[in-house]
């Protein structure tokens, strides 16, 4: 099968790859719809490739690329991002191409001259600078940390097309290519958001601001689907998932355990008892029912998390580690947090949660609750204070 160059906008074609085999994407997403490395060729005068592709796929890109036009044609390469299913084939591609100039930011240049280790004709591109291509127009805006500090986003006013990096994209390979093509793709997208955009969300509201006086008709994203019809609705989506972690009126507590025998677990319902009755809102989440993205996505919209597991073969159990490995450095920064448990006889897992949550540099307030077999009154008085206590870290 001849592989062509598809119109999305006047002057605009996807010369883009799909890999609809790929099933987990940069370690800790799951791809079962595949994904594709979006990029774009915008035509004027002159001509600017908008991102390049993973490499290993650079063949499949450049057949469209030759369907339309000729790689001695192709001025600029526009690095909106430099992570290596972005920039992955940018090395081959000088080779091919050594006329061309590459834009970026200058984290982007940066990034690059690291990811290929050699020199290359670049321009550090600033923020609401223009490039006029002859009939097309590359406006450039910044947009770091979605997700990486070079990220910027390309408006094309005259095609009225925004190519916005990783944000609004999907990890889905439907060969429709455009949204109205695909079926219903919305709970990828969600996920998508969730693991990518989401600790950023400060930053992705930003970038909202900042495109909302532009006229669009078409976003590009590098991943998934060219949103077309009603472009508008994903931008408004994205900034209600932005605003959903906005501080409630009253404060809530994580609470996350895993029990073998219930011991654990008591601890766990007592310290939420403790919780409450300073007023403070506690959700019980037992960690070997809810999938670790979930209990992570609760505990980031938390005010404070406590962790209990038991102590089996001198450590945590796996369902606890799983949940930590999950929890982001950079939303939950300095967040009160403690550990608990139940032990037989050597009770190691409290003091290992808790040398992980100040890795993961939350603030451990309160020495770990540790308690021998099944909890006693005495102790479950005991787990009730505990909660009582970091509730009142929370009103600090």
Known sequence: MVLKAIGIAAGI????????????????????????YNAYLVRGEKTALIETVKLGF????????????????????????????????????????????????????????????????????????????GGRTLRFLAAPFLHWPDSIFTYVPESKVLFSCDAFGT?????????????????????????????????MLSAIAKIRPLDIEVIAPSHGPVLRTDPWRYVDLYEKWAREASPRETPSVAVVYSSAYGYTRALAEEIAAGIRAEGI?????????????????????ADGVLVGSPTFNRDAVPPIW??????????????PAAAFGSYGW????VKLIEQRLTGLQLKVVEPGLRVNFAPTDADRSEAREFGSRFAGYLAK
């Open 171 to 203: 990890h889905h390979s439907g060969e429709g290519l455009f949204d109205d093509r695909i079926g219903d793709f919305g709970a990828t997208m969600r996920y998508y958001y969730d693991v990518i955009i989401s600790p950023f969300r400060s930053y």
């Open 322 to 335: 799983f949940v930590l490995a999950h929890v982001s450095v950079i939303t939950n920064r300095g967040k």
């Open 13 to 36: 074609d996807w010369v883009g790859v799909r890999n609809p085999d790929l099933r987990v994407f940069d370690i800790v997403m799951h791809t079962e719809e595949g994904t594709t």
């Open 346 to 349: 050597s009770g190691e897992a």
């Open 58 to 133: 650079l063949d499949e890109m450049l057949e469209r690329i030759s369907s339309i036009t000729e790689l001695s044609k192709i001025d600029y390469i526009v690095l909106n991002h430099t992570e290596p299913d972005h920039s992955g084939s940018l090395g081959l591609l000088l080779d091919l191409m050594p006329q061309v100039e590459v834009l970026g930011s200058r984290a982007a240049i940066k990034f690059a001259s690291q990811i290929i280790n050699r020199e290359f004709r670049h321009r550090v591109v600033a923020d609401g600078e223009e490039l006029d291509l």
């Open 281 to 301: 809102q506690a959700d019980l989440i037992d960690a070997q029912v809810v999938p670790p993205g979930e209990v992570a996505a609760k505990i980031e919209a």
